[in-house]
């Protein structure tokens, strides 16, 4: 008799603590009068929605299915199991669930409601919308079939009849989890950030201590090139979650952006200790340490990225960067290939490649590749000038006279162009009078020309050094 009555103390004292939403010790309270008695289909009820409290829905499965076996005349218990198994990707046996209850109890609304959640995520948005109609027949105010449909809709491309249903949702539960986040995402999706950023901010004014708002909403300032801003929210979630990996590297990730090395790799080397798994993790903190000049550092950790991922970006243009810096150009032409078969408008590694070219004195190969990369980025003005200096040693004079044109049209005062301008009639007249020197004496051998850090078409002279092939800005 005494253990009755101490599971029973403990499912009351479970009952308190869950009202002050302490869920583990309340879980543990029920666990303890479930050892007692185990045959209570109220109390494994309980435990499933304590469960559900705790996101353990593979558990909260198993305590449903035991208070059903023990009283399979509850709908709610049933309804909730069913809800645990779309949450579980069950869905086939969350739809028979709900059939099973709609048979019983035809005029039972959440029976049809959730079933619009279980088609939509089978990818059967003709049955998702059926259902929805029918329970709208039953109760067309109910927020969580309009939550559902918007759902249906959203996976279809049907934005704005999304946006109407989330809403509507709105309207009828003006606190409805998730409803502000979901229009929030598909107006970000659209490109429209102002509508939303506001969206976000109010879905977080009602939940200020939700990690996953935070991050989208840190996410959206990095779209909108405001990192201040992301860094501000991405702080917050490691104020609230100190062990949130993602918003540990994304503060790295800003920090490198903004050229402050030492911070970035403060944050990435915390990560590593958190997740060693976390992607492209090794090929951060590989970048961080070529900024740093710390290059056979930078090459041990951009192997192990590559190793993990052979098409990793970052890493396969950093390692070209790093290789590049330790004058191994044959190497790191390999690497920014693979970069371009993945990606063949990744201008930084078309301008590396350039510069591959010309170390191996095949100022053609580098004209080719220099065009390419102004082909995305016409403005890039590291690459015009490159491309001026091998159509001026290459004496194609109209079209190096045009890109320098090009480059002071950009910027006036670019150094390197303004210096080319101003020798370029000089060059130009020496190419001529050693053209015509060739013809006049053709079996004299022509002798390079005087080093004055232009390449030269005869002499083949490096038209840039591996320092000036820039580096890959990790983008946040």
Same mark, same amino acid.
């Given at each position: 008799?005494?253990?009755?009555?101490?599971?029973?103390?403990?499912?009351?004292?479970?009952?308190?603590?869950?009202?002050?939403?302490?869920?583990?010790?309340?879980?543990?309270?029920?666990?303890?009068?479930?050892?007692?008695?185990?045959?209570?289909?109220?109390?494994?009820?309980?435990?499933?929605?304590?469960?559900?409290?705790?996101?353990?829905?593979?558990?909260?499965?198993?305590?449903?299915?035991?208070?059903?076996?023990?009283?399979?005349?509850?709908?709610?218990?049933?309804?909730?199991?069913?809800?645990?198994?779309?949450?579980?990707?069950?869905?086939?046996?969350?739809?028979?669930?709900?059939?099973?209850?709609?048979?019983?109890?035809?005029?039972?609304?959440?029976?049809?409601?959730?079933?619009?959640?279980?088609?939509?995520?089978?990818?059967?948005?003709?049955?998702?919308?059926?259902?929805?109609?029918?329970?709208?027949?039953?109760?067309?105010?109910?927020?969580?079939?309009?939550?559902?449909?918007?759902?249906?809709?959203?996976?279809?491309?049907?934005?704005?009849?999304?946006?109407?249903?989330?809403?509507?949702?709105?309207?009828?539960?003006?606190?409805?989890?998730?409803?502000?986040?979901?229009?929030?995402?598909?107006?970000?999706?659209?490109?429209?950030?102002?509508?939303?950023?506001?969206?976000?901010?109010?879905?977080?004014?009602?939940?200020?201590?939700?990690?996953?708002?935070?991050?989208?909403?840190?996410?959206?300032?990095?779209?909108?090139?405001?990192?201040?801003?992301?860094?501000?929210?991405?702080?917050?979630?490691?104020?609230?979650?100190?062990?949130?990996?993602?918003?540990?590297?994304?503060? #790295?990730?800003?920090? *490198? &952006?903004?050229? !402050?090395?030492? =911070? %970035?790799?403060? $944050? +990435?080397?915390? @990560?590593? /200790?958190?997740?060693?798994?976390?992607?492209?993790?090794?090929?951060?903190?590989?970048?961080?340490?070529?900024?740093?000049?710390?290059?056979?550092?930078?090459?041990?950790?951009?192997?192990?990225?590559?190793?993990?991922?052979?098409?990793?970006?970052?890493?396969?243009?950093?390692? #070209?960067?790093?290789? *590049? &810096?330790?004058? !191994?150009?044959? =190497? %790191?032409?390999? $690497? +920014?290939?693979? @970069?371009? /078969?993945?990606?063949?408008?990744?201008?930084?590694?078309?301008?590396?490649?350039?510069?591959?070219?010309?170390?191996?004195?095949?100022?053609?190969?580098?004209?080719?590749?220099?065009?390419?990369?102004?082909?995305?980025?016409?403005?890039?003005?590291?690459?015009?000038?490159?491309?001026?200096?091998?159509?001026?040693?290459?004496? !194609?004079?109209? =079209?190096?006279?045009?890109?320098?044109?090009?480059?002071?049209?950009?910027?006036?005062?670019?150094?390197?162009?303004?210096?080319?301008?101003?020798?370029?009639?000089?060059?130009?007249?020496?190419?001529?009078?050693?053209?015509?020197?060739?013809?006049?004496?053709?079996?004299?051998?022509?002798?390079?020309?005087?080093?004055?850090?232009?390449?030269?078409?005869?002499?083949?002279?490096?038209?840039?050094?591996?320092?000036?092939?820039?580096?890959?800005?990790?983008?946040?």
């Amino acid at each position: 008799m005494n253990e009755w009555l101490d599971a029973e103390t403990r499912v009351e004292r479970s009952q308190q603590l869950t009202e002050a939403q302490q869920w583990e010790e309340a879980l543990a309270e029920l666990d303890a009068a479930i050892a007692i008695n185990p045959h209570d289909a109220d109390w494994h009820a309980q435990r499933g929605r304590i469960l559900d409290e705790l996101e353990r829905y593979d558990e909260a499965v198993e305590a449903f299915s035991e208070a059903r076996a023990l009283d399979g005349e509850s709908q709610q218990v049933t309804i909730l199991l069913g809800i645990d198994l779309v949450r579980t990707r069950r869905y086939e046996e969350a739809v028979c669930l709900f059939e099973e209850v709609a048979r019983a109890h035809p005029d039972f609304e959440p029976a049809y409601c959730h079933r619009i959640a279980a088609y939509t995520r089978l990818g059967q948005h003709d049955q998702a919308e059926e259902m929805f109609y029918l329970a709208q027949q039953i109760d067309d105010d109910c927020p969580n079939c309009f939550h559902h449909m918007a759902e249906s809709l959203a996976c279809r491309g049907q934005f704005a009849r999304a946006i109407y249903c989330w809403q509507r949702c709105l309207e009828i539960a003006p606190d409805y989890p998730q409803a502000r986040q979901r229009i929030a995402q598909i107006f970000r999706a659209q490109g429209d950030h102002a509508r939303a950023r506001e969206y976000y901010l109010s879905a977080l004014r009602r939940s200020p201590g939700n990690t996953d708002l935070l991050t989208d909403l840190a996410d959206l300032f990095i779209e909108m090139n405001d990192l201040p801003a992301a860094a501000a929210k991405f702080a917050q979630v490691l104020e609230l979650e100190p062990e949130h990996v993602r918003a540990t590297v994304m503060l #790295g990730l800003i920090e *490198l &952006r903004n050229d !402050r090395v030492e =911070e %970035a790799l403060a $944050y +990435f080397e915390s @990560a590593l /200790a958190a997740d060693a798994e976390y992607p492209g993790l090794y090929a951060y903190i590989g970048e961080t340490e070529l900024r740093r000049g710390h290059l056979y550092d930078a090459l041990r950790y951009l192997t192990v990225a590559l190793s993990h991922n052979r098409n990793d970006m970052v890493g396969l243009l950093a390692m #070209g960067n790093c290789l *590049l &810096r330790l004058q !191994r150009s044959t =190497e %790191a032409e390999v $690497y +920014f290939k693979r @970069a371009v /078969a993945l990606r063949p408008d990744t201008a930084p590694a078309l301008h590396n490649l350039a510069v591959c070219r010309f170390l191996a004195q095949d100022l053609e190969g580098g004209v080719n590749y220099c065009r390419r990369a102004l082909e995305i980025e016409p403005d890039n003005l590291l690459v015009i000038h490159k491309l001026a200096l091998a159509l001026v040693a290459l004496e !194609r004079w109209t =079209e190096g006279w045009a890109m320098i044109q090009h480059g002071l049209s950009i910027d006036e005062k670019h150094i390197g162009l303004r210096e080319l301008a101003r020798r370029f009639r000089w060059l130009k007249l020496r190419g001529f009078l050693k053209q015509l020197a060739r013809r006049e004496w053709p079996h004299q051998a022509a002798s390079p020309l005087p080093s004055d850090g232009l390449p030269s078409a005869e002499s083949r002279q490096q038209p840039a050094s591996p320092a000036d092939a820039g580096q890959q800005t990790v983008q946040a």
